[in-house]
């Protein structure tokens, strides 16, 4: 098995009670100002809580969608902010993903928030290993020129997938997720 850092950049960020739902059952974050775990509303009527729904992108283009279980914990999340996960694969090349980890948003407000349903990761290591190998350091200010990023942003306004692409749930084997071989991009072999 093979590991690689996914660095990436938020691409949108909103609340779902369903991770099949689509673009017009999205909810936005600001909506679920004062949320709590604890008297989620949904998971009282219906059993099954509020879903967070965050789509990355890297330098590249390549994007993902992830769904965890809502939290208050990821109430300042916003678009732009910098993102990075562990992806694993049995290729070499990347070439279909294996599964992924919990994500770190980086400068969310407040420091580091942790995105996903389960700790896969020992938290201060990971944190610690990417100060080490340097990658702390170009994440914010190598893979994007912040200025550039937030220029392109204003000047078109693309749509992050296809109108015909209804594989929008976190997937990792469908082949909207797959690398062309030998691409790996922003995906940093691990050490």
Same mark, same amino acid.
């Given at each position: ?5 996914? %660095? ?7 609340? #779902? @009670? +369903?991770?099949?739902? #689509?673009?017009?059952?999205?909810? /936005? ?10 008297? &989620?509303?949904?998971?009282? #009527? ?14 590249? *283009? ?10 208050? +914990? =990821?109430?300042?999340?916003?678009? *732009?902010?910098? #993102?990075?996960?562990? $992806? ?13 980890? @919990? ?5 969310? %407000?407040?420091?580091?928030?942790? %995105?996903? /349903? =389960?700790?896969?990761? /020992?938290?201060?290591?990971? $944190?610690?290993?990417? *100060? ?7 994440? %914010? ?23 015909? +692409?209804?594989?929008?749930?976190? &997937?990792? +084997? ?18």
């Amino acid at each position: 098995l093979y590991g690689a850092y996914y %660095v990436s950049r938020v691409e949108d960020v909103c609340v #779902v @009670d +369903d991770v099949s739902a #689509v673009e017009g059952e999205e909810y /936005d974050l600001e909506e679920f100002e004062g949320y709590s775990m604890e008297k &989620d509303e949904l998971e009282s #009527v219906v059993g099954s809580p509020w879903k967070l729904r965050l789509r990355l992108a890297d330098e590249e *283009g390549r994007g993902m969608q992830i769904h965890c279980r809502m939290s208050e +914990d =990821y109430l300042d999340i916003r678009k *732009g902010m910098n #993102v990075v996960g562990i $992806l694993l694969s049995t290729s070499r090349e990347f070439v279909k993903l294996a599964a992924m980890t @919990d994500f770190c948003v980086l400068d969310a %407000v407040g420091g580091p928030v942790w %995105v996903g /349903d =389960y700790p896969y990761l /020992d938290k201060d290591k990971f $944190l610690r290993t990417l *100060g080490e190998n340097g990658i702390a350091d170009s994440l %914010v200010d190598i893979i994007y020129d912040d200025n550039d990023y937030y220029e392109e942003e204003e000047e078109e306004e693309e749509e992050f997938y296809d109108d015909d +692409d209804d594989s929008r749930d976190d &997937d990792y +084997d469908s082949d909207d997720n797959n690398l062309e071989e030998g691409d790996t991009g922003m995906l940093q072999k691990l050490k």
